[in-house]
């Protein structure tokens, strides 16, 4: 029987689209006629759409190479490879196990959409500032930053569901993060 932490943890890709009832229902039928049962609705809420899949950079690579030039409400199909509490000690120890994956020839950047959580010089829980996220993240990460045109990109979702807060990680190649409706990062 899975728990409710379980179930929270369960999702490996995120779709984000255009706003509204009706944009969410079409999103969801192109990504069914597009993988069909290969992927499962996890979880959704204000325009996001939760799902878990077996190969998840695979079936978002499905997705968007699809939709490309094609009318759709949906914005990015990202594939999550972890998903933690949005501690910073806890996301620092999962972007380092995937940051160690990027050719060290190669760039990266990170990208944080909402806030991770800390602790101040008193003990005391506090919400950080992305950029000091950022700051902490990079610190211990030896590849080349490239904020602009980056071969990598460290993408970190704070997502609420169910009245907790999760941060996604991904590791993704710079053509994972692109707009499907605009086809750029």
């Given at each position: 029987?899975?728990?409710?932490?379980?179930?929270?943890?369960?999702?490996?890709?995120?779709?984000?689209?255009?706003p509204g009832r009706d944009?969410?229902?079409?999103?969801?039928?192109?990504?069914?006629?597009?993988?069909?049962?290969?992927?499962?609705?996890?979880?959704?809420?204000q325009s996001l759409i939760f799902l878990k899949a077996k190969d998840p950079h695979e079936i978002a690579r499905r997705i968007r190479s699809a939709l490309k030039g094609s009318s759709t409400p949906i914005f990015r199909v990202i594939?999550?490879?972890?998903?933690?509490?949005?501690l910073?000690?806890?996301?620092?120890?999962?972007?380092?196990?995937?940051?160690?994956?990027?050719?060290?020839?190669?760039?990266y950047r990170i990208t944080i959409q909402g806030h991770l959580y800390g602790f101040d010089e008193h003990g005391r829980f506090t919400r950080l500032h992305t950029m000091d996220s950022i700051k902490i993240l990079a610190s211990d990460i030896d590849r080349k930053v490239n904020l602009t045109n980056p071969h990598w990109i460290l993408f970190i979702k704070v997502v609420t569901i169910r009245s907790r807060e999760v941060a996604a990680i991904s590791l993704l190649q710079r053509s994972e993060f692109e707009n499907v409706q605009r086809g750029s990062a």
């Open positions: 029987m899975l728990t409710l932490k379980d179930e929270i943890m369960e999702f490996n890709i995120i779709v984000t689209h255009e944009n969410y229902y079409w999103a969801l039928n192109q990504i069914r006629d597009i993988v069909g049962h290969e992927v499962r609705v996890v979880y959704s809420k594939p999550v490879d972890v998903i933690v509490d949005p910073i000690t806890q996301v620092k120890n999962e972007v380092l196990k995937l940051a160690s994956k990027i050719p060290k020839n190669e760039t």
